[in-house]
């Protein structure tokens, strides 16, 4: 009996939530701006008056395409929008969870194996989504004109914090700094390009093989080749010597055949058997 129940009660469970699906709704925590209210005994979703406004406007901003995620951060911040009460500032991560979220323009599908329901598209409406989209992936591609060939471009990260280290031009020399995109008040300085270079230098060198020992391997891989080349060399030639005497064979046998020294039957056993 008790299995029974348990099992009826899944099921219960996955068709209530497919009916939800179906209906449009979300089955799990709704996203940033909407909030769970109970209504007539059942879990409903309502936009949150406190921070629907937010998504609003931050989908609005982007849209515009002339906003990074590091701007929208500063203009949401200067139009005294907070995230929560606990973090004023909106995160990165978040913003980019947002811009990114189906749920905004009401596209809701089942969020693991054993809910079935197909995506539903509610009465929000898609256009402004659509536009937030392709300003995203147009942002995502790599932009390569106009871009300065750092040495190091792309290849170093912050030890402290992680992040990235970008690199600028001032008064003529290259300096590299952290971005710190992660930690704000991370303590690394800058740092110039030549010195990045003489420490990268120094540490190859300790891990390099010693030059003696260097030459010695490539004299020996030279001599090896040119064993393998000698070696390859004399079986081709001796393969070419066989072919030779074959064909000189086959050569006088047709003679022989033209002067009438062997019969029609005699030659094809012999060419066969050769």
Request: hydrophobic content about 35%; some cysteine; overall charge positive.
């Amino acid at each position: 009996m008790a299995s029974f129940f348990t099992e009826q009660q899944s099921v219960d469970v996955r068709e209530g939530l497919a009916r939800r699906v179906k209906e449009g709704w979300f089955i799990s925590l709704p996203p940033y701006g909407y909030l769970n209210v109970r209504k007539d005994g059942r879990s409903m979703v309502e936009p949150d008056p406190r921070t629907a406004d937010n998504v609003r406007r931050i989908f609005e901003l982007f849209a515009q395409g002339t906003f990074t995620l590091e701007g929208l951060i500063v203009q949401l911040r200067d139009e005294r929008r907070l995230f929560r009460t606990s973090a004023p500032d909106f995160p990165r991560s978040s913003l980019h969870r947002i811009l990114s979220n189906v749920g905004y323009c009401g596209i809701v599908s089942p969020p693991r194996r054993g809910v079935r329901g197909p995506l539903r598209v509610t009465r929000h409406t898609r256009k402004l989504f659509d536009q937030v989209q392709a300003v995203l992936k147009r942002k995502s591609k790599p932009h390569t004109r106009g871009l300065k060939p750092y040495l190091y471009r792309g290849m170093l990260r912050c030890g402290e914090c992680g992040c990235c280290v970008t690199t600028e031009t001032q008064k003529g020399h290259n300096y590299l700094h952290c971005t710190k995109r992660v930690k704000r008040d991370c303590a690394q300085r800058f740092v110039c390009e030549e010195v990045v270079s003489d420490r990268i230098t120094q540490i190859l060198g300790s891990v390099g093989i010693p030059a003696a020992d260097a030459d010695w391997m490539v004299s020996q891989l030279v001599a090896h080749q040119g064993d393998e080349n000698t070696a390859s060399r004399t079986v081709t030639d001796r393969l070419h010597s066989s072919l030779s005497d074959i064909a000189a064979k086959r050569q006088r046998l047709a003679d022989l055949y033209v002067d009438r020294g062997l019969q029609l039957d005699e030659y094809s056993a012999i060419s066969v058997a050769g």
